[in-house]
């Protein structure tokens, strides 16, 4: 976006914005985690905590780089 005027920004933030407001209303499950289309609530949430114990508590030293990871 380098060279793009504000105009231009506004513009193109606001069509990123429709974009995903407009995948949300059509299936935001499959547009946050596309390996499925049909996921129920509980099968959605469970691989969303299967993705943070894989890829943060088990880094958390990296992701929290010597802070308090409570904090």
Do not use: H
């Not at 059509?26 to 949430?45: C, G, P």
Request: charged fraction near 30%; charge should be negative; proline fraction near 1%.
């Amino acid at each position: 976006m380098l060279g793009m005027g504000e105009d231009g920004l506004n513009s193109t933030l606001a069509g990123m914005r429709n974009d995903w407001d407009r995948r949300a209303r059509e299936n935001a499950r499959y547009f946050v985690a596309t390996s499925r289309a049909d996921w129920t609530d509980e099968e959605f949430f469970a691989s969303g905590q299967k993705e943070v114990e894989g890829q943060i508590l088990n880094d958390v030293e990296n992701v929290c780089q010597g802070r308090d990871p409570a904090s």
